[in-house]
C-alpha cells in the first residue's frame, strides 16, 4: 500500500465517520468527567466537611453540574444533526482550563493539601462546562479571526507553562545545581550543588580542600577534634577569625574546633555530610548548629498521590521556586558585596588578607563596631523575612514539627558511640525586643515568639539529646548605644561578629562538660 492509498483511505465517507464519531466521543467523555468532579463533593460529602467552605464548594458543584449536563446535551443534540467539526478547539479549552486551574493552585492554594485540589477541580470542571456552553451556543461569535488567534495564543502559552515545568524538572533531576534542583534529588547532589569549591575565598580566607571554611586539618591530631555541622550559620557570614568555632577553639586550648558548614542546606543534608566528611574524620564530639529560622521548617514530602504533590505543591514546582531561588541567590550576592571583598569563586593570592584583629578591622570595619555595618537587605524586604519566619514556626502544628524532628533523631542514631550535641541558634526576631513588636503587629495573628525552642527542647529531654541554647545570653547582651543589641548583621538573618562571640562563649560552656567526660574514659 502506497502513500496515495493511505490518503484516499483516510479521506473515505466511512473512516471519515469514524473519526468524527471518536472525535465527538471524547468530548463528551470530557464532559462526563466534568459532571463527575462537579457531582463528587455531594457523591462525597464526608470529604467535602472534611475542607472549609462545604457548602459553598456544594453549589458549585451543582452548578457546574447543570451546565456539564447542558453542555453534554447541547453537544449530543449537535452532534446528531451533524454540524460538529473537528477543530480541536475543545480539547484547546479543556487544556487551558487544566493549566490555568494548575496555575492558580501553585500562587493561591498552597500547601498542597488533597481535599483542597478536589474543590479547585470542581470550580474548573465549572469553568470548562461554561465554555463548552458558549462553544456551543455561539460558534459563530467565537468564529472570529481575532478570537481563534488569541485562543492559539493563549493555548501555546499554556503549553509553554507545561513544557518548561517538565524541562526544568528533568534537567533538574539530571544536573542539580544551585538554580535547578529538586526536592527528590538526592542529598549528595544538593550538597555538592551548594559546596564551594577549594581555594574559594571569603573574607580574605580561602576554603580548604573540602570546601569548608576552616583551615585544613593537620595529618596527625594534637588534641580532641570537635566538627560542627551546619548551613549557613554554620559557614558564617564573617571573617574566620571571629566566627563561633574559632572564639571557641581559642577559649579551649588543644582542642580543634572544625567549621563543616555549607550554607544552603537543611537538616536532610547535615546527615550527608555526617556520613560522608564528618564521621570519616573520627571526630571527638559532633555539634549540629540548628538554625530556628529555618531548620525547623524544610520542605517535607506532602500527604497524596506522589505525582499529584509533584505537580501541585509550590515548594516542588520549579516554576514558583526558580524566582524565589534567583531572589535569594541576588540577596546572597548583596551579601557578599557588603560583607566580603573577595573576587566570588576566585583563589588569588591578592584576595588573602591576615586573619588578626588589625588587618580584619582595617578591611572589614564593622566586625570592631556593629555600628558600622551597612544594611544586606531593604528594610521592607527583612520585615517581610522575619514575618514569613515567625508565622510559619508559630503556626506550624505539632506533627509537621515531630516529622522534622524525626531527622535530628536519624542524625544523632548516624554519630553512634561519638557524643553529639544540638546547638539552637535563634532567628534575629526571637533576641530584639524591638524586632519582635514590629513582626508581630505586621500580622493579625498571636504568634508565640518561643514555640520552636519549646518544643525542641522538650523533645531534645524526651530523646536523651543534649543541646546548646545561646538564646538567653543573645538575649541579655548589652544594648549599644542606639538601643539595640546588635548581634545580627544589620538588616540581614546571620550572627555578626559580636553574636559569634556570644555563640562561641555559649558553645564553650556546652562543650565543657562534654570534654570532662572524654577526660575521665
Known amino acids: 500500500m502506497n502513500l496515495d492509498h493511505v490518503k484516499k483511505w483516510l479521506c473515505s465517507d466511512r473512516v471519515s465517520a469514524g473519526l468524527r464519531l471518536t472525535y465527538h466521543g471524547l468530548v463528551l467523555l470530557c464532559l462526563t468527567l466534568a459532571l463527575w468532579v462537579c457531582l463528587r463533593p455531594w457523591l462525597q460529602p464526608t470529604t467535602a466537611d472534611a475542607v472549609p467552605n462545604g457548602p459553598r464548594i456544594r453549589l458549585v458543584g451543582v452548578l457546574g453540574a447543570l451546565t456539564a449536563l447542558l453542555a453534554i446535551f447541547l453537544q449530543l443534540r449537535n452532534g446528531s444533526r451533524g454540524c460538529l467539526r473537528m477543530t480541536g478547539i475543545e480539547f484547546r479549552l479543556l487544556a487551558f482550563v487544566l493549566i490555568s486551574h494548575w496555575l492558580v493552585y501553585l500562587v493561591a492554594f498552597q500547601p498542597f493539601a488533597l481535599p483542597m485540589l478536589w474543590k479547585t477541580w470542581a470550580v474548573a470542571a465549572l469553568g470548562f462546562a461554561t465554555l463548552m456552553v458558549l462553544r456551543l451556543t455561539a460558534a459563530q461569535w467565537l468564529s472570529g479571526r481575532l478570537l481563534r488567534a488569541a485562543d492559539l495564543l493563549v493555548f501555546y502559552l499554556c503549553v509553554l507553562a507545561v513544557g518548561g515545568e517538565l524541562m526544568a524538572k528533568t534537567t533538574a533531576k539530571m544536573r542539580p545545581s544551585v538554580l535547578l534542583f529538586h526536592p527528590d534529588v538526592g542529598a549528595e547532589r544538593r550538597v555538592e550543588a551548594q559546596r564551594r569549591p577549594p581555594g574559594y575565598i571569603r573574607f580574605g580566607m580561602p576554603v580548604n580542600s573540602q570546601g569548608f571554611y576552616d583551615h585544613e586539618l593537620a595529618a596527625e591530631r594534637q588534641g580532641p577534634l570537635v566538627a560542627v555541622v551546619g548551613d549557613s550559620f554554620s559557614q558564617g557570614v564573617v571573617p574566620h577569625y571571629y566566627h563561633y568555632t574559632t572564639v571557641a577553639e581559642r577559649k579551649t586550648p588543644g582542642v580543634e574546633i572544625y567549621n563543616a558548614g555549607i550554607a544552603g542546606v537543611d537538616p536532610r543534608e547535615y546527615l550527608h555530610l555526617l556520613l560522608h566528611d564528618v564521621l570519616p574524620l573520627d571526630p571527638d564530639i559532633v555539634v549540629i548548629a540548628l538554625f530556628v529560622g529555618n531548620d525547623l521548617t524544610f520542605s517535607l514530602p ?87 519566619r515567625a508565622r510559619d514556626l508559630s503556626l506550624q502544628d505539632d506533627d509537621s514539627y515531630q516529622r522534622r524532628f524525626s531527622v535530628l533523631r536519624r542524625i544523632a542514631d548516624a554519630c553512634g558511640r561519638t557524643p553529639v550535641l544540638f546547638l539552637v541558634i535563634p532567628d534575629e526576631n526571637q533576641v530584639d525586643d524591638a524586632l519582635w513588636s514590629e513582626v508581630q503587629s505586621r500580622t493579625e495573628m498571636h504568634l508565640q515568639r518561643d514555640r520552636p525552642q519549646r518544643l525542641l527542647f522538650e523533645w531534645f529531654k524526651e530523646q536523651g539529646l543534649t543541646f546548646i541554647d545561646p538564646l538567653p545570653s543573645l538575649r541579655s547582651a548589652m544594648p549599644l548605644e542606639d538601643g539595640h543589641p546588635h548581634v545580627f548583621h544589620l538588616q540581614d538573618t546571620h550572627l555578626n561578629a559580636r553574636g559569634n562571640r556570644i555563640v562561641g562563649e555559649a558553645l564553650v560552656e556546652g562543650l565543657r562538660p562534654v570534654m570532662d567526660q572524654l577526660k575521665g574514659r
Open 302 to 388: 506532602p500527604a497524596g498521590p506522589s505525582l499529584l504533590a509533584d505537580w501541585y505543591s509550590a515548594e516542588r514546582s520549579l516554576l514558583i521556586q526558580i524566582p524565589r531561588r534567583l531572589a535569594a541567590l541576588r540577596a546572597a550576592a548583596v551579601n557578599e558585596v557588603h560583607h566580603d571583598v573577595s573576587v566570588l569563586g576566585g583563589d588569588s593570592e591578592a584576595g588573602i588578607i591576615e586573619q588578626t584583629p588589625a588587618a580584619l578591622g582595617a578591611v572589614f570595619p564593622w566586625v570592631l563596631d556593629p555600628l558600622q555595618e551597612r544594611p544586606t537587605f531593604l528594610r521592607r524586604t527583612f520585615l517581610e523575612i522575619q514575618t514569613k
